[in-house]
């Protein structure tokens, strides 16, 4: 026993000596009532960015979108080419959102966190695989996607994207570093 402590009494020094002077740590707290204004207005900024990601979708909203054929939707001031762009694959989805196993409530989420996604990863075309089980999604995916102000267009996708379970989705970005 004595030649453990021993041991790991050497071993310590050691340690001590190949490590050197050592500064303890001290722990950082910001107390709520002490913040800053920069900290302030950064967390009101959060708070923004939330309410903006949590975009509502209403349900009850019934949009004029053909109801034979392939899904497909453009804006009143975008080209009508557009569709036939995302039809034919000239756009290659930069995100996808896999909505499979989620119900309308968080598939609304998630679709409304994707739109306000694509404007911070400058994501100009995504796709929504929403499947086809009970047509459920199906149905409600292009409805909510009309009611969003940055959708352009979109169209069931090609093949290789999920086909008629799955949209392409052209976005519009806000800022100075859209892609051509």
């Not at 900024?45 to 509502?56: E, G, I, N, P």
């Not at 695989?129 to 409805?143: C, D, E, M, S, T």
Request: net charge positive; aromatic share 8%.
């Amino acid at each position: 026993m004595k030649f453990k402590d021993a041991l790991s009494t050497q071993e310590k020094q050691l340690f001590k000596e190949a490590i050197g002077k050592v500064k303890p740590l001290v722990q950082d707290t910001i107390h709520p009532s002490k913040r800053t204004i920069k900290q302030k207005s950064s967390l009101g900024q959060q708070k923004q960015a939330k309410q903006v990601a949590s975009f509502h979708f209403s349900d009850e909203f019934e949009p004029n979108l053909a109801s034979n054929g392939p899904v497909k939707y453009v804006r009143d001031d975008a080209h009508s080419y557009e569709a036939k762009n995302l039809r034919r694959g000239a756009y290659v989805p930069d995100l996808i959102l896999d909505l499979h196993g989620l119900d309308q409530y968080q598939a609304k989420k998630e679709i409304a966190a994707l739109l306000f996604a694509c404007q911070k990863e400058h994501a100009q075309c995504v796709c929504i695989v929403h499947g086809l089980g009970a047509r459920i999604l199906k149905n409600k995916v292009p409805h909510w996607l009309v009611q969003h102000p940055d959708v352009i267009a979109f169209h069931q996708a090609p093949l290789e994207w999920g086909g008629n379970g799955a949209l392409l989705v052209l976005i519009e970005l806000h800022d100075k570093f859209t892609r051509d």
